[in-house]
């Protein structure tokens, strides 16, 4: 993401994700120091490209470091730059990242993993826009915009002296949250036919999308790498498909690539456990119930909420399709999707 110069393509149409989308654009134009909490893979990192380029630093260079990624010396470096001689192996002067953000912006990934150290150099930074490069006493001007991610608790962290609290108070401005991608189910065979529909172009063959059997398996699927794990099993699965002499529609599904290629006719599962009570005894009736819910969503979702495709799907009646969307208010779904189409 390094000095991107055009907005990245963002996919979805889920509430959840439109709020998000939403709050980033309204938070865009004030420049402020921003903090995007979430899951691995649900988006930090293209929320913060919008962010900067709505904002008016778009011009600017995005710049981007992962936190996780590098040693404490080696991140300091990377950050704050450092001159000749500053440690073994630094022959000459090197700009770190704010010195080559001036003017834009700089996205600090897995901001939880910087050190208590690293932390209070960013907080004086962040407060003064002031920095020196490492082995030097020039004091430097920063005019970055700063927005940090996190998939952590940071103030867990904070409460427990792992992560300053100053420098979350700074950095949480204000915080937008990347849901992840069990929140927005909607978008799953989007992003799935989209995924598969780019990987198909690269290698020059048509992509004829997913059956519903496999969009369903896509739908039951807890996805906990969110749209980056979709990403790798929807292309994964268009591969596969290809490689073994089949077309048209793709009806098998690859999600864990330790496993083998399995046929899609497993109905839709729940993603949790059963429910418990108090009394830690099992609530058949809920967990019956949620899995009729889910299950009839699921189907309807694959099927482009066309209910009649659904019930086949289900083996089921068109009354008792129509039962099962009364029943879970799922009629609100149906008219939305109606009305797209």
Request: charged fraction near 25%; include cysteine; charge should be neutral.
């Amino acid at each position: 993401m390094e000095n991107l110069r055009q907005p990245p393509e963002l996919i979805g149409q889920a509430p959840a994700f439109l709020d998000a989308l939403a709050h980033a654009s309204t938070m865009a134009a004030l420049d402020r120091p921003l903090l995007i909490c979430g899951e691995r893979g649900s988006g930090k990192e293209l929320i913060a490209a919008r962010i900067h380029f709505l904002s008016p630093r778009w011009d600017g260079p995005l710049i981007k470091v992962n936190c996780a990624a590098l040693s404490d010396e080696l991140l300091d470096s990377e950050l704050f730059g450092h001159e000749a001689g500053a440690f073994t192996g630094a022959t000459r002067r090197h700009s770190g990242r704010f010195e080559r953000a001036e003017g834009g912006t700089l996205f600090l990934d897995e901001i939880a993993s910087a050190s208590l150290r690293i932390q209070e150099k960013l907080l004086r930074v962040i407060e003064y826009g002031e920095f020196e490069r490492v082995g030097g006493s020039e004091t430097l001007i920063a005019d970055v915009r700063v927005i940090a991610a996190a998939n952590a608790d940071l103030p867990a962290m904070a409460e427990a002296n792992s992560f300053r609290a100053d420098l979350l108070d700074r950095l949480a401005f204000d915080v937008i949250a990347a849901p992840p991608l069990r929140e927005r189910r909607e978008d799953i065979p989007l992003l799935a036919a989209h995924f598969a529909g780019a990987i198909a172009r690269e290698i020059g063959v048509q992509f004829s999308g997913f059956t519903p059997k496999a969009l369903a398996a896509f739908l039951s699927h807890h996805w906990p790498g969110n749209v980056r794990e979709l990403k790798n099993a929807a292309e994964r699965s268009f591969h596969r498909w290809i490689s073994m002499g089949a077309s048209g529609p793709v009806d098998e599904v690859s999600i864990d690539p330790f496993a083998k290629t399995v046929a899609t006719t497993a109905p839709p599962r729940l993603d949790e456990r059963p429910r418990e009570k108090q009394d830690g005894r099992i609530d058949l009736r809920k967990s019956l119930n949620d899995f009729e819910k889910r299950a009839a969503e699921n189907a309807l979702a694959a099927c482009g909420w066309n209910q009649k495709e659904a019930a086949n799907f289900l083996s089921l009646t068109y009354d008792q399709m129509r039962g099962l969307v009364r029943k879970h208010n799922l009629a609100p779904s149906v008219e939305r999707a109606n009305k797209r189409a």
